[in-house]
């Protein structure tokens, strides 16, 4: 029997893992070991509630005000023995987290093929994003298996000289979880506090590298848009991080229209995004969920490892400069030709199907079966 450990730490990891783990808990050949190093303890506990996953290892590293450095060190530590005690046949990781990168070194280190799931991804800048961009550059060094989730994906790969081998374009997990979450009656509090006929942008901005006055630049231009614009409203789950809290609270507090909400589990979060006028985020996933919904995206980031959607026409790169994102907002606000044709581009990101492709190619590697 072929086994298999998946390793995450945080929520959005979580979210693109799940459907993987459903798939290989549905397949009587593969044997299925979850870690789970609480990189975000709250957060990452809600996805596994929703998607019904109990991890068989827990490594609980999450500290107050943690470092990467400390991030890092406790991963590759904490997972040693159990690396060691488990042998599995395959490790896969998720993505571009500390937590990623650090296991794939770990399983490296004892020699056990490791499988990038959503390979491939650049911005050729590796302080944007910061930390992740060099998280999933050294975890592709490392890996064996790449499920890149497009051509563009594995384009990035072949030109760092990647074995076109081992690289399979399987589509995004982040389409696959949507089947598990979105339902066409959702209700969620905070839609009774939208009157009726208002339209509602769904909002989320967390980064390292935006924390500070890029965040704050650009929670006063959505304040002034919805202070001037009538019939507006935004909802923005707030991200735990102290620094998040405090600038939102700072800028938003006391303005009508902008509702603070905490983190939201996944279906909480799909589910609004599916009523929702527009996005505005810095997440990486966002860009790649919001297609499916046929909502328009604004992407308050300088540079994007998600092109694909930039060229299909569903995401907009506008940074976070207080006019650049006020412009952008208006536009869509006040242009219905330009939001349909964001609203209605073809979602590059996958059928849905990702998971099933993954199981299907780890199961027939022979590197697996002879590591």
Known sequence: MLKIMTIFGTRPEAIKMAPIIK??????????????????????????????????????????????????SRVILGLDPILKDEQPDLVLVHGD???????????????????????GLRTWDKYSPYPEEMNRMLTDDVADLYFAPTQLSKNNLLQEHHPESRIFITGNTAIDAMRYTIHADYHHDVLTQIPDGHRFILLTMH???????????????????????????????VHLSPRVQEIAHDVFDGIAGIHLVPPLDVADFHGLAAQSYFIMTDSGGVQEEAPSLNKPVLVLRDSTERPEGVTAGTLKVVGTSTQAVKDAMLELLNDPVEYRTMATATNPYGDGHAAERIISICKGDSLLRHP
Do not use: W
């Not at 005000?65 to 890092?72: D, F, G, S």
């Not at 987290?97 to 390979?119: C, D, K, N």
């Open 23 to 72: 798939q290989i808990e549905a397949d009587p050949d593969i044997s299925s070991i979850v870690v789970v190093t609480g990189q975000h303890r709250k957060m990452l506990q809600q996805v596994l509630d929703i998607f019904d996953i109990r991890p068989d290892h827990d490594l609980k590293i999450m500290g107050k005000n943690q470092t990467l450095a400390e991030i890092t």
């Open 207 to 237: 980064r390292r590298e935006n924390q500070g006055q890029p965040m704050r630049d650009t929670f006063e231009a959505i304040k002034e848009v919805v202070e001037t614009t009538p019939k507006l409203d935004v909802v923005y789950p």
């Open 97 to 119: 987290t500390t937590t990623t990168m650090a296991a794939s070194l770990s399983a490296f280190y004892q020699r056990i093929p490791v499988g990038h799931v959503e390979a």
